[in-house]
Protein backbone atom coordinates (compact mmCIF):
# COMPACT_ATOMS: atom_id res chain seq x y z
CA UNK A 1 0.00 0.00 0.00
CA UNK A 2 1.37 3.28 -0.91
CA UNK A 3 1.93 5.74 1.98
CA UNK A 4 -1.53 7.27 3.48
CA UNK A 5 -1.14 10.76 3.25
CA UNK A 6 -3.86 13.24 4.46
CA UNK A 7 -4.71 17.00 5.74
CA UNK A 8 -6.78 19.26 7.39
CA UNK A 9 -9.61 21.60 5.07
CA UNK A 10 -7.31 24.78 5.19
CA UNK A 11 -3.99 22.75 4.17
CA UNK A 12 -1.91 24.33 6.93
CA UNK A 13 -1.40 20.72 8.73
CA UNK A 14 -0.56 17.43 6.90
CA UNK A 15 0.38 14.16 7.84
CA UNK A 16 1.61 10.81 6.78
CA UNK A 17 2.32 7.17 7.44
CA UNK A 18 3.95 4.15 5.64
CA UNK A 19 2.49 1.79 8.10
CA UNK A 20 -0.68 -0.56 6.81
CA UNK A 21 -3.53 0.17 8.71
CA UNK A 22 -4.50 -2.14 11.82
CA UNK A 23 -8.17 -1.13 10.90
CA UNK A 24 -10.22 0.79 9.32
CA UNK A 25 -14.04 1.03 10.91
CA UNK A 26 -17.13 3.40 12.00
CA UNK A 27 -17.27 4.83 15.36
CA UNK A 28 -20.13 6.03 16.93
CA UNK A 29 -18.29 7.53 20.37
CA UNK A 30 -19.91 10.39 21.81
CA UNK A 31 -16.58 12.52 21.25
CA UNK A 32 -16.78 11.06 17.37
CA UNK A 33 -20.28 12.64 17.06
CA UNK A 34 -19.51 15.80 19.03
CA UNK A 35 -15.74 16.56 17.31
CA UNK A 36 -17.80 15.77 13.59
CA UNK A 37 -20.85 16.94 14.26
CA UNK A 38 -22.37 14.01 12.88
CA UNK A 39 -23.46 10.28 14.31
CA UNK A 40 -20.59 8.51 13.66
CA UNK A 41 -16.66 8.92 12.16
CA UNK A 42 -14.72 6.80 9.75
CA UNK A 43 -11.79 6.06 11.32
CA UNK A 44 -8.42 4.54 10.01
CA UNK A 45 -5.87 3.41 12.93
CA UNK A 46 -2.23 3.19 12.53
CA UNK A 47 0.37 3.18 14.91
CA UNK A 48 1.42 6.12 16.24
CA UNK A 49 5.22 5.72 15.89
CA UNK A 50 4.32 5.72 11.86
CA UNK A 51 2.76 9.00 11.87
CA UNK A 52 4.15 12.21 11.10
CA UNK A 53 2.23 15.63 11.02
CA UNK A 54 3.70 18.96 9.72
CA UNK A 55 2.03 22.03 10.90
CA UNK A 56 0.58 23.42 14.25
CA UNK A 57 -1.98 21.63 15.63
CA UNK A 58 -3.77 22.32 19.39
CA UNK A 59 -4.44 19.40 21.38
CA UNK A 60 -7.75 18.62 23.59
CA UNK A 61 -7.37 15.88 25.95
CA UNK A 62 -10.83 14.68 26.53
CA UNK A 63 -12.48 11.62 28.10
CA UNK A 64 -13.39 9.16 26.05
CA UNK A 65 -16.82 6.58 26.37
CA UNK A 66 -14.00 4.08 27.67
CA UNK A 67 -13.09 6.00 30.80
CA UNK A 68 -10.01 6.78 29.77
CA UNK A 69 -8.46 9.97 28.11
CA UNK A 70 -8.48 10.54 24.61
CA UNK A 71 -6.08 13.15 22.95
CA UNK A 72 -7.34 14.89 19.93
CA UNK A 73 -5.37 16.68 17.84
CA UNK A 74 -6.56 19.61 15.09
CA UNK A 75 -5.66 22.09 13.25
CA UNK A 76 -6.34 25.54 14.91
CA UNK A 77 -7.05 27.70 12.28
CA UNK A 78 -9.76 25.80 10.49
CA UNK A 79 -10.43 23.28 12.54
CA UNK A 80 -10.12 20.14 11.29
CA UNK A 81 -9.64 17.49 13.96
CA UNK A 82 -6.69 15.33 12.23
CA UNK A 83 -6.34 12.65 14.59
CA UNK A 84 -7.16 10.77 18.14
CA UNK A 85 -4.84 9.16 20.76
CA UNK A 86 -7.11 7.24 22.70
CA UNK A 87 -5.77 6.20 26.15
CA UNK A 88 -7.59 3.29 25.78
CA UNK A 89 -6.20 1.82 22.40
CA UNK A 90 -2.45 3.56 23.59
CA UNK A 91 -0.17 3.21 20.68
CA UNK A 92 -2.50 3.96 18.28
CA UNK A 93 -3.12 7.10 15.98
CA UNK A 94 -6.70 7.77 15.22
CA UNK A 95 -7.11 9.19 11.73
CA UNK A 96 -10.31 10.69 10.06
CA UNK A 97 -11.10 9.15 7.05
CA UNK A 98 -12.51 12.40 5.43
CA UNK A 99 -8.85 14.29 6.02
CA UNK A 100 -7.03 11.58 3.69
CA UNK A 101 -6.37 12.74 0.68
CA UNK A 102 -7.22 8.90 -1.64
CA UNK A 103 -10.56 7.77 0.12
CA UNK A 104 -10.82 5.51 -2.54
CA UNK A 105 -9.37 2.38 -0.64
CA UNK A 106 -11.59 2.61 2.76
CA UNK A 107 -13.41 0.15 3.35
CA UNK A 108 -14.83 -0.38 6.81
CA UNK A 109 -14.94 -3.40 8.40
CA UNK A 110 -16.32 -2.63 11.95
CA UNK A 111 -18.29 -0.79 14.16
CA UNK A 112 -17.34 0.60 17.96
CA UNK A 113 -19.41 1.94 20.54
CA UNK A 114 -22.48 0.50 18.87
CA UNK A 115 -24.08 1.41 22.22
CA UNK A 116 -23.89 5.22 21.70
CA UNK A 117 -24.90 4.76 17.91
CA UNK A 118 -27.79 7.18 17.11
CA UNK A 119 -31.33 5.14 17.25
CA UNK A 120 -31.75 6.05 13.58
CA UNK A 121 -28.60 4.87 12.31
CA UNK A 122 -28.74 1.78 10.14
CA UNK A 123 -25.14 0.79 8.84
CA UNK A 124 -25.83 -2.22 5.73
CA UNK A 125 -22.64 -4.05 4.85
CA UNK A 126 -21.38 -6.93 6.74
CA UNK A 127 -19.28 -5.29 9.61
CA UNK A 128 -18.70 -6.59 12.45
CA UNK A 129 -20.40 -4.40 15.75
CA UNK A 130 -18.82 -3.70 18.95
CA UNK A 131 -20.87 -2.19 22.21
CA UNK A 132 -17.77 -1.16 23.06
CA UNK A 133 -14.17 -0.58 21.68
CA UNK A 134 -12.88 -4.52 21.12
CA UNK A 135 -10.36 -6.11 23.03
Not at 9 to 28: D, M, Q
Not at 30 to 37: A, E, N
Not at 75 to 98: D, H, K, N, Y
Request: with cysteine.
Amino acid sequence: MPAIKGGCLCGKVHYSSNAEPAFTGICHCTSCQKQGGGAFAVVVGVPSASLTVEGTTKTYNGKGDSGGTVASRFCPECGSTIVSEPQAFAGMAILRAGTLDDTSWIKPAMQIYCDSKQPWVSLGGDLQSFPKMPG
